[in-house]
């Protein structure tokens, strides 16, 4: 059997460049604000800065199928 191919539905990083992926786009949302506007759904959260969003959506599907 031929391998799936790990880009048709992403890939494999490791948990560090994750933490360091979110800790600078924390910095970078925050920077020069003492406040930023946010709302959190059952299975998303949003950041809201003038001129964009930022959605972090959370799937319950997971592991192998």
């Known amino acids: ?3 799936q191919s790990q880009s048709a539905r992403g890939r494999y990083v490791s948990a560090e460049k994750v933490q360091q992926a979110l800790a600078q786009l924390g910095i970078e949302l925050c920077a020069g604000r003492k406040r930023i506007r946010a709302a959190r ?3 998303s959260i949003s950041f809201f800065i003038n001129g964009g969003t ?3 959506t959370f799937n319950e ?3 192998k199928e």
């Open 61 to 63: 599907k997971g592991g």
């Open 41 to 43: 759904s059952e299975k």
């Open 1 to 3: 059997m031929k391998k």
């Open 54 to 56: 930022v959605n972090i």
